[in-house]
């Protein structure tokens, strides 16, 4: 069974500070992964997506991917309080329907 | 721009009853996905279509809930005989198979309370 995993937190960091939120996956086949913010009581929205090797930028966030280790991850840069909720990891493994983790809740103090 | 629409947004029902959502899909959009959250977890996929064939169903997709998508636009999704398991947050998600990661957007989510 495919699977995409992440660790439920919550991940506290202070304002201001890097937030790193990481997300393994099974299938080798897996060619593109998204992520998502999903605040409490509400729909996910997307962040972005990466489907290549490396460092993908996006304003304060930062998507990195590792087909080799089989993990994605997602930097947030001078995090603000707004930035608390749930993120959630997914990826596609060639079919056509996304894959979602369970997600991390990301507290950010002020 | 419209973004996908889902409705009614909250539902309360007892359980036995049939209760039917309805999600317009982002208007230029091919694909729509119907996904079930429950607290504390991600989204689980139920089903999709490509325009109005339904191409894939998950296992979770039991007898009791049928997806349908009549002219490739709107899709409702019934379930009968509802059962206290069946509260969730029903999701919506449209996308646009041609487009570069083929990225899937939500709606804003239908509530089902099963009392």
């Known amino acids: 069974q495919k699977e995409v995993e992440q660790n439920s937190g919550p991940l506290s960091v202070p304002e201001g500070a890097i937030a790193s939120l990481n997300c393994t996956y099974s299938?080798?086949?897996?060619?593109?992964f998204f992520w998502y913010r999903q605040y409490s009581g509400k729909s996910p929205e997307l962040i972005m997506f990466?489907?290549?090797?490396g460092d993908k930028e996006d304003g304060r966030f930062t998507a990195q991917l590792n087909k080799a280790s089989q993990y994605v991850s997602l930097l947030i840069r001078d995090s603000q309080p707004s930035d608390s909720a749930t993120y959630l990891c997914?990826?596609?493994?060639?079919?056509?329907?996304?894959?979602f983790g369970k997600g991390t809740m990301l507290l950010v103090s002020p | 721009d419209t973004g996908v629409s889902q409705d009614p947004r909250h539902k309360i029902t007892k359980r036995g009853q049939n209760v039917t959502f309805r999600c317009d899909p982002i208007?230029?959009?091919?694909?729509l996905y119907w996904y079930r959250q429950t607290l504390g977890q991600g989204p689980e996929f139920l089903t999709y279509?490509?325009?109005?064939?339904?191409?894939?169903k998950s296992r979770l997709l039991s007898d009791r809930f049928s997806a349908e998508r009549p002219k490739g636009s709107f899709s409702t999704l019934e379930i009968q005989r509802t059962e206290q398991g069946d509260s969730a947050m029903y999701l919506c998600?449209?996308?646009?198979?041609?487009?570069?990661?083929?990225?899937?957007?939500f709606g804003e989510g239908s509530w089902l309370t099963v009392v």
């Open positions: 998600a449209s996308s646009l198979a041609s487009a570069v990661g083929n990225t899937i957007y």
């Open positions: 299938d080798r086949g897996s060619q593109s």
């Open positions: 990466i489907y290549s090797n």
């Open positions: 997914a990826g596609y493994s060639g079919y056509s329907t996304l894959t």
């Open positions: 208007s230029e959009h091919n694909r």
């Open positions: 279509f490509q325009n109005e064939a339904q191409l894939e």
